[in-house]
DNA sequence: TTTGTTTGATTGATCAGTCAATCAACAGCG
DNA sequence: CGCTGTTGATTGACTGATCAATCAAACAAA
């Protein structure tokens, strides 16, 4: 064997290149542009994943996981859960301008193929629950309607975001929380 | 001539077409697939539009066209200047699973098009112009602070309701308003 | 005839996926 | 230690399909 577990270095290096080449080119990425930003030739990418399909939703999975992680362990250090979940979810890890646009698209691709709506699906009730949590836990009356309120703000939020020069994120989580708290 | 106004005709059926195909297949559509929808050759729909890029940005431009007029029209006719606004937004005509879906790819297509980039920012000036004005007309203290604040709500109830089977236009335009009147 | 309409056929390009052929490490064996 | 077969890694070349765009020709109204 070439080199110790060489499956999951191009693995991963095929899904981060999948998130940036989504990002910046669409829906209409090309294998070839993936696997040559991976450092491989386009076979090897399909050797690797089964094919193009499978990359996308490995790229999906991978925003899903960062994002499912950043919220946990802001979740665990805080006493203010509502306002950790917020600044997680505009946190610059997972509000780089290719996960942003990379999200969008498959916001576009959850409307055809099943994976990806599923895994939205579970994104947005993992969301909404752990918003209602939080509000409720800080004695928040409607804390259901709420919830609501602040997840349609954040998905909003990221929505101008792609097209905002300018974003201010510390701006942003105030003007989120005051929305639910004022 | 064949039929008076034929190029009139022509090119409004592409547009539909081209709205509901983005709508349905996403950024990958194909001009065949427009024009078979506006039932005419693929040949002709060249011949009517330049190409692709310009059938896109006539589908956008109607889009935008339509929310515009939506709006204007409940503007004009209500005093609750807001409540218009934003039950505008979300009224069924605007909010055809298909136009969304198109709504959300041109959100894509703008972080590399120019055009797209273009378009989208006139809306979200015209929209946030608009919901500031409400906002300081019914006298609401930091009116352009609450415009951010239901401008990103009224896009993420877009991007939620994509997703969402079920979902109640009405209950939505409440929670945005209690959002900022509460 | 002239002018605009319409299409079938074609072209050139692009791309996902496949395959047979190299290449590199390792393990067993003498 | 050298020899060798095995096994996974890697790629260049190819295939089949798809598609945007073009064009010349057919067609219909004025």
């Not at 499978?54 to 899903?64: P, V």
């Not at 804390?143 to 909003?156: F, H, K, P, R, Y």
């Amino acid at each position: 064997m070439a080199r110790p577990d060489s499956e999951g270095i191009r693995r991963k290096a095929l899904v981060n290149a999948a998130i940036a080449q989504v990002g910046t080119s669409g829906l209409d990425v090309t294998v070839a542009a993936i696997a040559r930003q991976a450092g491989m030739s386009p076979a090897l990418a399909h050797h690797y994943f089964g094919g193009k399909a499978q990359m996308l939703e490995g790229a999906m999975r991978q925003i899903l996981a960062d994002y499912s992680s950043a919220v946990r362990e802001g979740l665990s250090g805080s006493g203010d859960r509502l306002a950790s979940i917020v600044s997680a979810s505009v946190a610059p890890e997972n509000f780089r301008p290719l996960t942003v646009a990379a999200w969008l698209v498959f916001y576009v691709e959850a409307q055809r193929s099943d994976w990806a709506r599923r895994l939205l699906r579970i994104y947005q009730l993992r969301l909404r629950s752990n918003l209602r949590h939080a509000l409720r836990s800080e004695g928040h009356p409607r804390a259901a309607e709420a919830a609501e309120t602040v997840a349609a703000l954040i998905d909003g939020t990221y929505l101008r975001a792609v097209t905002e020069p300018r974003f201010d994120g510390r701006a942003a989580v105030a003007r989120i929380l005051a929305a639910v708290r004022a």
